[in-house]
């Protein structure tokens, strides 16, 4: 037998095929046969419609499961959003101090092993994981942003058009980090603080045994009726949800899209890392120097460091003097009673504004003379420049301004003026500058007389009603008559100048978590109507997960005929490593498959936005969140088969 060129691995998986060759259906196939064979047989018009209508039947069940299927993962939330199990939500609580350790040893084995926890299956070289640690300022927030952008080249706040299981992992990451102080931060928006409130003192009917008065059997006594429901008046009330305290503003898409690319927020969020930073590492030491006597004995080292404690003492200021003119000099410095001050050279009285008034000069009992001062003068004077009798400066004004000035004169010689009271409302006359000389507006003074206007404004007041408003009212809308996804975008806009990472994810107000406090803090608890309702539709859209299909197919090794004629033992590591290639890639398939089934399951769970831990972990021990919890039996392996079956995620990893 002559040799053969087999093909490598490689031209092996460029051709690989999942079903085999491809094959039409049975209704197809008899369609063609009958129209070939039209002109031996009659065609059969019943059996052809029949036939069209299996393959409209056939692509309408298709359509129908892609529209389902949209349906699903439009109702999860975002295109990168996944839900996160209470282990992974551990994992984010630590990563802080990972990053921290990892940054004082230089080696980020810590930080691996929480991305690894997280769920997170890639490669990531030391040289990106190091920078964006240091540029994380040990916030674990921070850190997955940086890390989401040297590796994707984009970042967070960028939609992409798909995404794979690693950056829906950090993606989802970002949300669960800020979740809980986001909320914080929208109660504080919408003013939905906790109001105590002092519930009424309800009096509580006793029992009381009856008196012996008139005898023990003819006293009458009070027996509290017993019943198992409740009677109206217990009833509880349903509470209508509190005004929104602040305005909300609705903003156009481009106004979204430059909030939520703005970087400012990290700048903030490095800032308050920092302070917490110095807050958290305050040193508490105290470090004692032992004093010189114990250190050495020598009387002239303890007068050193005596004198050593002298020079590091301050000098005191005591020169004050009650008046601001008063200049010291001066001086060194003198030790008074271990205690340093400073000596005072000369003192000055320095010139004001005033002259002062001499009073004489009297003779001490000291024998010293001493200038008596009785006042001051103030100088220079302030005075008013005054025009002189035959000034012409009116004569200077043009001519048509005095025009005006006369006519506008009533009876009495004032101006008449219309309310105006000689205030001008209006510039007309401008001085000169450095640049220009002054000018006149010629335009404005020929409509000084305000008799027109005045009769308009009054003829305006009088056709008005008598309650007129103040102040225009601005249009308004009901925050219950809005959605809760325009609702929560209009809030995560407003809370964009704050450190938090939410308001700047793409889509980030369909997150089903904060839709869900949303709509409890605008519309309240949900009704009895509605709640049915929501139920029938969880049970619809469990009834859609059920027959959806969610395993993965194996990828057939295409040998053709030839190949496996010339095929020898030769060729085992080359069919081996093609094998194991193809199984590993069938594995990973299914394992991504059950991850995307965990998802759009989730988004069932209507009523349980904020599940407890508990929840949390009865869900994922059925529906895995992340590879490293699923299982798939091997099937050539009999020993790693469980006696139990097949599983997916434990309760305690």
């Known amino acids: 037998m002559g040799t053969f060129p087999m093909p490598t691995v ?74 996160l199990s209470s282990n992974q939500r551990e994992v984010l609580g630590y990563l802080k101090s990972n990053i921290h350790q990892d940054l004082l040893e230089d080696l980020p084995v810590r930080t691996r092993k929480s991305l690894s926890d997280l769920g997170i299956t890639m490669n990531i070289p030391k040289k990106i994981l190091l920078k964006a640690m240091v540029e994380s300022m040990g916030d674990a927030g921070v850190f997955i942003w940086c890390l989401y952008s040297e590796v994707y080249k984009k970042p967070p706040s960028e939609l992409r058009g798909e995404y794979d299981m690693n950056a829906m992992i950090m993606m989802s990451c970002l949300v669960f980090i800020d979740l809980e102080e986001c909320i914080k931060c929208l109660e504080k928006l919408t003013g939905s603080g906790k109001k105590t409130v002092v519930p009424p003192v309800k009096k509580v009917k006793k029992y009381y045994e009856p008196k012996c008065r008139y005898g023990e059997y003819l006293q009458k006594m009070y027996v509290p009726c017993y019943c198992n429901h409740p009677s109206k008046g217990q009833e509880k009330s349903v509470r209508a949800p509190r005004p929104i305290e602040t305005k909300i503003r609705l903003r156009s898409d481009d106004s979204y899209e430059n909030l939520r690319y703005s970087v400012k927020f990290l700048e903030k969020r490095k800032e308050r890392n920092q302070k917490q930073k110095q807050m958290e590492r305050v040193c508490n030491y105290k470090f004692w120097e032992p004093p010189s006597t114990l250190r050495n004995t020598d009387p002239k080292m303890v007068a050193h460091a005596e004198k050593l404690k002298m020079l590091k003492k301050r000098p005191k200021f005591r020169h004050k003097s009650a008046l601001d003119n008063v200049q010291f000099n001066v001086g060194p410095v003198v030790f008074a009673g271990n205690n340093p001050y400073y000596l005072l050279n000369n003192i000055c009285v320095l010139g004001t504004g005033y002259v002062t008034i001499h009073g004489g000069i009297t003779l001490l009992s000291t024998g010293e003379y001493c200038t008596v001062i009785a006042g001051y003068w103030k100088y220079p004077r302030e005075v008013e420049v005054h025009c002189d009798h035959d000034c012409d400066c009116v004569e200077k004004w043009e001519p048509t301004v005095m025009e005006y000035l006369k006519e506008s004169k ?81 809030f995560l806009a407003d809370l964009s100048d704050t450190p938090l990472l ?15 406090w949303v709509r409890k803090r605008v519309k309240g608890a949900v009704d009895p109507g509605l709640h049915k309702q929501l139920i029938l539709r969880s049970l619809r859209r469990w009834l859609w997960l059920k027959h959806m299909d969610f395993r993965g197919r194996a990828y057939q090794i295409p040998f053709t005929l030839k190949e496996l004629k010339y095929m020898t033992w030769q060729h085992r590591d080359m069919v081996m490593q093609l094998f194991k290639i193809l199984l590993n890639d069938f594995v990973t398939r299914n394992r991504l498959r059950q991850l995307e089934q965990s998802r759009l399951w989730w988004s069932t769970m209507t009523y349980d936005m904020y599940p407890s831990k508990a929840f949390l972990d009865i869900y994922f021990t059925y529906m895995p969140g992340r590879m490293k919890d699923t299982y798939i039996i091997d099937p050539f392996s009999s020993d790693r088969t469980p006696k139990f079956g097949a599983k997916t995620c434990p309760l305690n990893l």
Not at 37 to 65: F, I, S
Not at 502 to 516: F, G, R, T, V
Request: proline share 8%; charged share 30%.
């Open 502 to 516: 939410i308001p700047h994810l793409p889509q980030a107000n369909l997150l089903n978590n904060l839709q869900e």
């Open 410 to 490: 009533c009876k009495c010689g004032h101006l008449y003026d219309l309310y105006h009271e000689g205030k001008a409302t209006e510039k007309y006359f401008y001085p000169p500058t450095r640049s220009a000389p002054h000018w006149f507006d010629k335009a404005k003074i020929y409509q000084l007389d305000p008799m027109e206007d005045f009769i308009k404004e009054t003829v305006r007041l009088a056709v008005q009603s008598g309650e007129e408003t103040p102040e225009p009212s601005e249009p308004g809308f009901s925050a219950s008559g809005l959605k809760e996804k325009d609702l929560l975008a209009a």
């Open 10 to 83: 490689k031209q092996f998986l460029d051709k690989k095929t999942i079903y085999g060759p491809k094959k039409d259906p049975v209704w197809v196939y008899l369609e063609k046969e009958m129209r070939a064979n039209a002109e031996q047989k009659p065609y059969n018009e019943k059996v052809g419609k029949w036939l069209k209508y299996l393959r409209d039947l056939k692509h309408y069940y298709h359509t129908e499961a892609k529209r389902q299927e949209r349906t699903l993962q439009r109702e999860v939330g975002p295109l990168w959003y996944i839900e």
